[in-house]
Each structure stands twice: as structure tokens, then as C-alpha cells.
């Protein structure tokens, strides 16, 4: 299995453009969860699916952050207009709730690492 | 709601020396325990978890951690550390209940080995 796959792994832009960031699970995971990591405030978990279905966005900091899934097989985080602040590395992981032997068990990505300058 | 604390933001271990990071949570409801490791630009991975059953819990890489309900704790234990083992360590609860497996992370623990 190739893993929770991540794009782009690095970028760079200035503030007020957009930003999208871009996550592919693995196959027949059926949650998938956006984190940022930053050294002031750790990981912080933004949104979460399940099913393709949004079931928790309370951790999406402002109305400038949205996260979509099509489908079972992608999902994208967007930043429009960026700011300085949000320059954090985003994680996006996936996990199986079918087998209670596999609960918390999150396959994360490596991160997309953002600079909002 | 949960909240975990990792008491120590940092720790500096010789090479073969035991290593224990400290790990306290908070909640209303009984959760399930787990601990991440993130090495230097990667995304995290599960060492190990806790359940159910025998409180103490062994992960990859020789770790383990023991689970105590009464101090409400889950510290991980290494007896000797390898210069691979630097890195940074997460403990995180999920509610049992709970549908999904929404973890609330502590802060990390950095973890670094010298020779």
C-alpha cells in the first residue's frame, strides 16, 4: 500500500493568494482527518470525514479555511486568502473504524509544509 | 472534552540509558490511550495503544507504557535507547464512545539521543 499521500510537500506563497492542499487516503479507509502542526500550538486537529461526509470542523480556525471530499479517494484543504500566520505543516491522515483491533490507529502523511510570506 | 499534558517538552538521553516520558490526560469518560512517534519531516505513526485488557501495553521498537486509570497516566518506557530512537513523541486519548477515532494530542515530548 503507498500510504496517505500528500501534495504538495512544500509551498510557498505570498499572503492573500490561494492555497491548496491536497490529500489522497488509503484505499478502504473510510475517516480522514486534517491536523496542523505548529511549534506554538502542537497539532491541532482542523476538520475530520467520515464516509466522505464532514462530521467535525470546529478545529477550521476562520471561514478562510475549507475542506472538501469528493470522494473516498481525495480530499483538499484550502486556504483563500492566506495569511502569514497559517505558514504551518498540514497533515492529512486516514484510518479504518471496521475492526476494533485497528481504533486510533491514524496513517498520517508527510505533511505539506506551508510559507505564507 | 479531553486534554492530555506531557510534562516534558524535552528530553536529552545517553545512547543505552533508559528513557520514560511522562504522560497525564484529563476526561469525563473513559478513553483509549495511544502513543505517536514523528522522526524529523514525517508524518506520525502509532508505537503503541491501549485498549482493553493487561494495563501495561508493548509497542514496536521496544517500547512500552503502563496504563493507570487512578493517576489517570500512560507513561512510555524504553530501557535503552538507540540514536535512532530521536525524535518527537506523542501521547493522545480518544473516548471510547466516540464514533471515529478522534485523538486529542499532547504537546510532544522531544526526544533527543547523544552518543
Known amino acids: 500500500d503507498a500510504g496517505v499521500i500528500q501534495s504538495p510537500r512544500h509551498e510557498v506563497t505570498e499572503m492573500g493568494q490561494e492555497v491548496t492542499l491536497r490529500c489522497k487516503p488509503i484505499s478502504g479507509h473510510d475517516y480522514l482527518f486534517w491536523y496542523r502542526q505548529t511549534m506554538m500550538r502542537g497539532l491541532e486537529l482542523l476538520i475530520y470525514?467520515?464516509?466522505?461526509?464532514?462530521?467535525?470542523d470546529s478545529g477550521m480556525p476562520e471561514d478562510r479555511f475549507s475542506a472538501k471530499m469528493p470522494n473516498a479517494s481525495f480530499s483538499t484543504l484550502k486556504i483563500q486568502p492566506s495569511e502569514p500566520r497559517d505558514s504551518a505543516v498540514y497533515f492529512c491522515a486516514s484510518s479504518s473504524h471496521r475492526e476494533f483491533s485497528l481504533i486510533g490507529e491514524l496513517f498520517f502523511g508527510e505533511g505539506s509544509r506551508l510559507t505564507v510570506l | 472534552a479531553q486534554s492530555v499534558t506531557q510534562l516534558d517538552s524535552q528530553v536529552p538521553v545517553f545512547e543505552e540509558a533508559p528513557v520514560e516520558l511522562r504522560c497525564n490526560y484529563s476526561?469525563?469518560?473513559?478513553?483509549?490511550l495511544f502513543w505517536y512517534v514523528q522522526y524529523p519531516n514525517q508524518g506520525l505513526q502509532l508505537l503503541l495503544k491501549y485498549l482493553s485488557g493487561s494495563t501495561l501495553v508493548k509497542g514496536i521498537n521496544g517500547f512500552e507504557a503502563e496504563f493507570n486509570k487512578s493517576q489517570t497516566s500512560f507513561h512510555l518506557r524504553k530501557p535503552s535507547v538507540h540514536i535512532s530512537d530521536t525524535a518527537e513523541y506523542f501521547c493522545a486519548v480518544s473516548p471510547t464512545k466516540a464514533a471515529g477515532n478522534k485523538l486529542t494530542f499532547g504537546g510532544g515530548t522531544r526526544v533527543l539521543v547523544k552518543p
Open positions: 476526561s469525563s469518560v473513559s478513553v483509549y
Open positions: 470525514f467520515n464516509n466522505n461526509v464532514p462530521i467535525d
